[in-house]
Nanobody, 126 residues
């Protein structure tokens, strides 16, 4: 069982940066693939980024590639999302998610994740 708590959202001007954190409870955090999803008003939840456990690899949505970076610190039971060069279209509620899967891969669909945080609002003004 994993409980996730996001933090770090807020209001930022276009071109600015924000860093999101997701703190996880549980002693087996290191065995979960982690991901960030987001949901803008009136839109479906969409994949942003994911990171494996074990041999670390990551993947990003095309819309954030080169601007966002996902990382994890297993000693701190925390996954991060560094967001740079933010655009108004990045405005959304950002969710952290965890999946107990085999090492080296991660689901790209939200239905592959069994644990979710409550979300944190990110608003980018133009």
């Amino acid at each position: 069982q994993v409980q996730l708590v996001e933090s770090g959202g807020g209001l930022v001007q276009a071109g600015g940066s924000l860093s999101l954190s997701c703190a996880a409870s549980g002693r087996t955090f290191g065995s979960y693939a982690m991901a960030w999803f987001r949901q803008a008003p009136g839109k479906e939840r969409e994949f942003v980024a994911a990171i494996t456990w074990g041999t670390i690899s990551s993947r990003y949505a095309d819309s954030v590639k080169g601007r966002f970076t996902i990382s994890r610190d297993n000693a701190k039971n925390t996954v991060y999302l560094q967001m740079n060069s933010l655009k108004p279209e990045d405005t959304a509620v950002y969710y952290c998610a965890a999946a107990r899967v085999s090492s080296g891969w991660f689901p790209l669909s939200d239905n592959g994740y069994g644990y979710w945080g409550q979300g944190t609002q990110v608003t980018v003004s133009s």
